[in-house]
């Protein structure tokens, strides 16, 4: 399987591989209730935090054949423009704003590269590619640190297998769904 940056034309792909792959996570749920909604708010929110990604000198890594990707950025850099999720109900704004806030109480200081998002599309999920796109960014980022936050209990799971361990307790906004720091040191 080959691992390799995205162009700049396949962002588009990225954002729809990302809304596939998070459109059944309880986070995503619980930020965009309702199916029809979240096949709507997940794009924006995607690209959002793709541009975010870009613009902090973060790295987009693909598989060859467009199945899966994963956003790279360097620790502290995850900025994104409010008016970038322009499109999104206040309720869901809401919700984004209360969690973000604790992801950033809850991440790690220093220097290290934050996963923020890892998805495979639905017809290519347990077949290891996952855990191969980690890798791919685990060694190209060598000495330095990583750090994610785990949305559900199998994403714990592999992360665990990739040499990652848990970064202080899990920590869940009013009335969401627990997430889970983890942390690997190279």
């Known amino acids: 399987m080959i691992v390799r940056a995205a162009a700049p034309s396949e962002m588009d792909t990225v ?94 200081g220093g220097d290290y590269h934050h996963a923020q998002f890892i998805g495979v599309r639905k017809s290519a999920q347990r077949q290891g590619i996952g855990a191969r796109l980690l890798r791919h960014g685990l060694d190209r980022n060598g000495t330095v640190p990583a750090y994610l936050d785990a949305s559900s209990q199998e994403s714990a799971k592999l992360y665990r297998r990739l040499g990652f361990r848990d970064h202080g307790p899990a920590f869940a906004a009013e009335g969401g769904p627990s997430m889970r720091p983890m942390w690997r040191d190279p």
């Open 15 to 108: 954002v729809d591989v990302l809304s596939e792959a998070f459109h059944e996570d309880p986070v995503s749920v619980w930020v965009f209730p309702g199916d029809a909604r979240r096949a709507v708010a997940l794009p924006i929110f995607h690209r959002a935090i793709l541009r975010g990604t870009l613009a902090a000198g973060g790295h987009v890594d693909v598989t060859g054949d467009l199945s899966a990707a994963v956003l790279w950025t360097p620790g502290g850099g995850e900025d994104v423009d409010g008016d970038a999720f322009s499109g999104l109900t206040r309720e869901e704004l809401g919700r984004l704003a209360a969690l973000f806030e604790l992801m950033t109480k809850h991440a790690p």
